[in-house]
């Protein structure tokens, strides 16, 4: 296995030694501590902790961020525990620590590998200099299901762009050193299947075929495992009838035996003991039993280990040799991050909280995340110049807190920077800013402040509404079953749009929302997620052409909720619907028959296209695809084919697009996706240029879990698509043969 982590062997060997020596001299209550994982947080370290720390009960805490109280939970550690091991300090630093960057959702759709890992480069300095050493992060749950809160933290609904990101940002937490000053240990999770829990509820079961496990929803977690993540969580859910947590087909077949993964492996918050109340324990004992057989080497702030593991083996059910490999994991973690040598923090060998670096960084993440989906008559970007007013609307233009999004716990809202605050600076000397709230929650129906919003547009010469989703609304247990803009907001757009002027809609949320009720009454709609600290900087250098947006979806976005599940790369079926076949039921003539209409797979009254498809996402200039070709047309197996086309910029602006590579195979042992994402470009162009984008496609990269659970390249023959989204049209075709 390749690992970021750069520790020589010889460095690797020499742990491996050290954690052997230590383990020989502990005792089975210190082993069953470093298993343990407990909450922290408070203003002081309670006396029972501080004992429990001193008598080595405890390997890890989490919630705790004051530097002083960390050094002081350290010191009893290392200073006045029998055997000086250091604790682990977890965290979720999920999208910044006091730097807030754009969701993981948001950063999704930058497609930039680059400024992900330069997000968590900066999340984790400053998270270090707290004294945090392990962050919960990346959520690579593959996510389809946008009800599901939890889609905010994820990367979105392709395994392959989850992978390439959750990888980048794995590296920017670990550097390329977990001991160096500012590195922190990483954590892929949900493990696994956590995505696609029923009706998008929280926590809920998933059923998922063996082979879209393999296919789709473990994918991103075998390649951050390859790139050396330092920890795996397990999930909540019920996979197939056996919780993630103690399922050991996953956690022990699969991770350790077949992907041969050597990390730490947590278990999520008190998941161990929820397995009794999924109804697949009788007890927590029984529950620590099926845990410890699963490969979970530390329980997160439940007690079920530390209660019951000296009697499991006493009863000969777990066994010494079973617990010191679980110990000598969470041991190698700790000397990899150096923690022995090095056990305190000093804030001051630290970057700065929310220094200038960081804001850039994450006013660029934002900027890239934002994703332009309507642009009528390019009436953005906004000339300052030709404007003497502009309208700024909305309940979420000045609100510093709910541009920050789901899981933050350590940012806040008074160093955010809103779009009322940064239109004003960037253009308030000169053009009149008119601002009206208009709505006092997202939530709210109360239409009382419509007049004065609608004045404000009659009296300006643009308009701009700034609307979403409050943080709340999104996240860990926080599902919708409408993902309409709520409340009034829809109202509010189709008011200000009476005036008659141009009117942008700016939407912050957590989730793709169904808006198709306000395209008509919108000019341009900026989709800007959740954006963090810097979200007014960026969407106003991207409104007033400082910047132009790049952003592509990183998840499909519905027409209505009841289309749900809909993604890119589903399956053809036997019956697949085109536009011929499809039509509205608002046409149909009345007592049609049943078979007169066409019988493939769409909704009556949704068609069986999405609102915007996954990859889609407007830039200011006029981007086209032509010319494609393949350097052969036909490879055999373990060759490379390079697959080309032109893009063109024929716009009067200058844009950054990105290109994307998509794949078919027409034919498997087992049926394949009618296109699959294999690469992706940033490609930067002039007015009026043209270049031509190339990939290689070895033909490794095609292949995929038959029936067997091979991984097999099958020969035959495949599309091939470049274009600016998974809609694309411009393809080719080539042959792979044995
Ligand atoms: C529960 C969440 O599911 C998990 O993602 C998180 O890291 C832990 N709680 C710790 O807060």
Not at 46 to 59: F, I, K, M
Not at 254 to 269: A, H, N, T
Not at 282 to 295: L, P, R, S
Request: glycine share 8%.
């Amino acid at each position: 296995m390749s690992a970021i982590t750069n520790i020589t062997s010889t460095a690797q060997v020499s742990i491996e030694k050290r954690v052997a020596e230590l383990i020989s001299q502990m005792g089975l209550d210190e082993k069953i501590g470093q298993m343990s994982q407990l909450q922290g947080g408070g203003n002081s370290i309670p006396h029972d902790l501080a004992e429990s720390l001193r008598a080595s009960r405890v390997g890890s805490i989490l919630n705790e961020v004051n530097v002083d109280i960390i050094n002081e939970m350290q010191r009893i550690c290392v200073e006045e525990s029998r055997l000086g091991i250091p604790l682990l300090i977890g965290r979720d630093v999920i999208h910044g620590f006091k730097t807030i960057f754009p969701i993981p959702l948001g950063q999704a759709a930058s497609w930039d590998p680059d400024i992900i890992e330069a997000g968590a480069r900066v999340s984790a300095n400053e998270a270090a200099s707290a004294g945090v050493n392990w962050t919960f992060a990346p959520m690579i749950d593959i996510t389809r299901d946008p009800r599901w809160g939890r889609i905010a933290e994820s990367l979105g609904e392709d395994p392959y762009l989850c992978g390439v990101l959750g990888t980048a940002m794995v590296k920017g937490f670990q550097s390329n050193d977990l001991s160096k000053p500012g590195s922190i240990a990483a954590c892929a999770k949900h493990f696994a299947g956590y995505g696609a829990a029923e009706g998008g509820r929280d926590y809920n079961t998933a059923n998922i075929p063996e082979n879209e496990m393999r296919n789709v929803h473990l994918r991103p977690f075998k390649r951050v495992a390859e790139a050396g993540v330092a920890s795996f969580m397990s999930a909540f859910c019920d996979l197939n009838g056996v919780p993630a947590t103690g399922n050991t087909w996953l956690m022990d077949d699969l991770l350790r035996k077949e992907w041969g993964y050597q990390g730490m492996v947590v278990s999520d918050w008190e998941s161990i003991v929820e397995m009794s109340v999924h109804g697949f324990t009788h007890d927590d004992e029984e529950a620590a039993y099926e845990a410890v057989m699963a490969g979970i080497d530390m329980e997160m702030a439940s007690s079920s280990y530390h209660d019951h593991l000296e009697d499991l083996v006493a009863q000969d059910k777990v066994s010494i040799e079973q617990i010191d490999t679980m110990v000598a994991r969470v041991l190698k973690l700790k000397f990899e991050l150096g923690l022995f040598e090095k056990p305190y923090t000093d804030p001051d060998e630290h970057v700065a909280l929310l220094d200038k670096s960081a804001l850039k960084a994450a006013k660029q993440a934002a900027v890239m995340s934002c994703v332009l989906l309507k642009n009528e008559r390019h009436v953005l970007p906004l000339s300052h110049a030709d404007l003497g007013s502009v309208a700024v609307i909305g309940p979420l233009a000045d609100d510093g807190y709910e541009q920050l999004g789901t899981w933050v716990f350590d940012g806040e809202a008074q160093h955010s920077v809103t779009c009322k605050q940064a239109i004003e600076e960037m253009i308030g000397r000169t053009v009149d800013i008119n601002y009206v709230k208009a709505l006092d929650t997202t939530r709210s129906h109360n239409d009382d402040g419509f007049e004065e919003a609608v004045a404000a547009a009659n009296k300006s010469d643009a308009v701009i509404v700034v609307v979403g989703e409050e943080s709340f609304m999104s996240g860990e247990a926080h599902s919708r079953a409408d993902i309409d803009l709520p409340g009034h907001q829809a109202e509010l757009i189709k008011a200000v749009a009476s005036a008659g002027k141009p009117v942008v809609v700016v939407i912050m949320a957590g989730r793709p929302l169904t808006i198709g009720n306000i395209l008509d009454h919108a000019d341009a709609v900026l989709y800007a997620w959740h954006p963090g600290t810097m979200g007014g900087p960026a969407i106003a250098d991207l409104l007033f052409g400082i910047e132009s947006p790049s952003g592509k979806l990183p998840v499909t976005f519905p027409k209505m909720v009841g289309q749900v599940p809909i993604f890119y790369s589903h399956k053809n079926t036997g019956r697949p619907a085109t536009d011929h076949t499809c039509f509205n039921m608002e046409e149909v003539e009345p007592r049609a028959s049943q078979t007169s209409l066409g019988m493939t797979s769409f909704h009556l009254d949704a068609g069986y296209k999405p609102l915007f498809p996954f990859g889609f996402g407007l830039t200011y200039g006029d981007i086209k695809y032509v010319k494609i070709t393949t350097s052969h047309r036909s490879i055999s197996l373990g060759e490379t084919m390079d697959i080309a086309a032109d893009v063109v910029n024929t716009g009067s602006r200058a844009a950054e697009e990105i290109v994307q590579l998509y794949v078919r195979d027409l034919v498997g042992n087992v049926t394949r996706p009618v296109k699959e994402l294999r690469g992706f470009k940033r490609v930067s162009l002039k007015p009026g240029e043209r270049k031509r984008i190339s990939f290689s496609l070895h033909t490794d990269e095609l292949a995929f879990y038959n029936r067997k659970m091979e991984h097999v390249t099958e020969p035959g023959r495949f599309h091939v698509w470049i274009g600016g989204s998974s809609d694309a049209e411009l393809w080719a075709d080539f042959e792979i043969h044995s």
